[in-house]
C-alpha cells in the first residue's frame, strides 16, 4: 500500500467504534510517517546511487593514481636512464677532446716534420740540381776532350790507314813484278 491508496482509505460508519477525528488523526499520522518513510527511501537510494557513483569515482580515481604512479615511476626510470647516458656521454666526449687534444699535437708535430723535410728536400734537390750542374759541365768538357781525342786518334789511324795502304801497295807493285829465280827462267 502506498501513500495515496491510504489517504483514499474511507473507513465505514458505524455507532460503536472507533471516533473519526481519532482516526483521522491516525491516517493523517500514518500518512506523514509513510511520506517521511519514502521521503527517506529516497534519499537513501539517492545516498545509495551517490555512494556507488562515488565508489565508482573512488575507483577511477584510485586507478588514475595508479597510472600516474606508474608514469610517475616510468618518468624516474627515464630522467635516471637520461641522466646514466648523459653522464656516459660526456665521459666520451672528454675522452674524445683528450684524443682530439693528442691528435692536435701529433698534427703540429707532422706538420713541422713536413715542412723540415720539405725545406730539407728543397735543400736536397738544389745541392742535386748544383751537383747535376756540375757533373753534366764535366760530362760536357769530358765529351769535349773524348771527341778532341776521337778525332785525334781518327786523323792518326787515317795516317796510319794511308801509310798501310802505300805499303800494300808497294807490297803488291813488288809482287806483281817478276821474280827471277836462278834455277828456273819461268817469272812468276
Known sequence: MNIDEVRSVQLPKAWRGYARTAVDELVAQLTDALEQLEAASAVRTE???RLQQT???RDELARTVEA???E???FVAA???IKTEREARAAYTERLEQELGRYRELEQSLTGAI???ERSGNDARAHADREALLV??????DARKIL???SSERERLLADLQRIRSMLASAQAALDEPVFDNSTEVPR
Not at 753534366?136 to 768538357?141: G, H, I, K, N, V
Open 47 to 49: 545516498l545509495e546511487q
Open 55 to 57: 565508489t565508482a569515482d
Open 68 to 70: 600516474v604512479t606508474q
Open 72 to 74: 610517475r615511476e616510468d
Open 79 to 81: 630522467v635516471e636512464e
Open 115 to 117: 715542412v723540415a723535410a
Open 136 to 141: 753534366l759541365e764535366q760530362a760536357r768538357a
Open 148 to 150: 778532341y781525342q776521337a
